[in-house]
Structures are given as C-alpha cells and as structure tokens.
C-alpha cells in the first residue's frame, strides 16, 4: 500500500489562496491515480481533483476554474493550487491514491474565513 504525506493546509481569508503537497511513499507511475478529497463537518467526503497515471484530470464541479491539480513526478508530489477560496471550500482535505488498493493520507485542514 503506498503512503501518502500531505502538507500546505492552514488558515487564509476568502480571496486568498493555498497549495497542498501529497508526497507518495512509491514512485507515483505505479499509481493508476492521485488526488484530493474534501470533507467538510456534517457532510460526506467529495471529489475535489485527480490526476490520471496517463495525466487526465478530473474535477469536482464546484472548484473547477479555481483549483489545479499537477504533478512532479521525480518527486513523487501531487500538488493542488487553490484559488480565489471561499468559505464553503473550508474542509479536511485527504490525499488519495488509487492502486489495486485505494490508500488516504492522513488529512490536511484547509479553514477559509469571510
């Protein structure tokens, strides 16, 4: 199972922006995908982006425009910039990683104040 490290979460008033780092504990072309969920208190986790082993993205409707998701592959990151945030972007954000298993990082707090 691949271990996944996440990094960048914090506070930051609507407008500003943010970038998360998930450092994967193998080289990420064995990985069929990476990216990001989001869980904010009393909802479920959704999509907010994945990057393909092949390089398609994918986002969650309510950050496409804002959001981009990218890769270093040498360093085995996935990185996701976040943009003109808003409050409801506030969540737990959860790296992801699709195997034959699929793994979580551990999360990173992302809180967005108006």
């Known amino acids: 199972q691949v271990q996944l490290v996440e990094s960048g979460g914090g506070l930051v008033q609507a407008g500003g922006s943010l970038r998360l780092s998930c450092a994967a504990s193998e080289s990420i072309f064995s990985i069929n995908a990476m990216g990001w969920y989001r869980q904010a208190p009393g909802k479920q986790r959704e999509l907010v982006a994945l990057?393909?082993?092949?390089?398609?993205?994918t986002y969650g409707g309510s950050v496409k425009g804002r959001f981009t998701i990218s890769r270093d592959n040498a360093k085995n990151t996935v990185y996701l910039q976040m943009n003109s945030l808003k409050p409801e972007d506030t969540a737990v954000y959860y790296c992801?990683?699709?195997?034959?298993?699929?793994?979580w990082g551990r999360g990173t707090q992302v809180t967005v104040s108006s």
């Open positions: 990057i393909g082993s092949g390089g398609g993205l």
């Open positions: 992801y990683a699709l195997t034959k298993y699929i793994d």
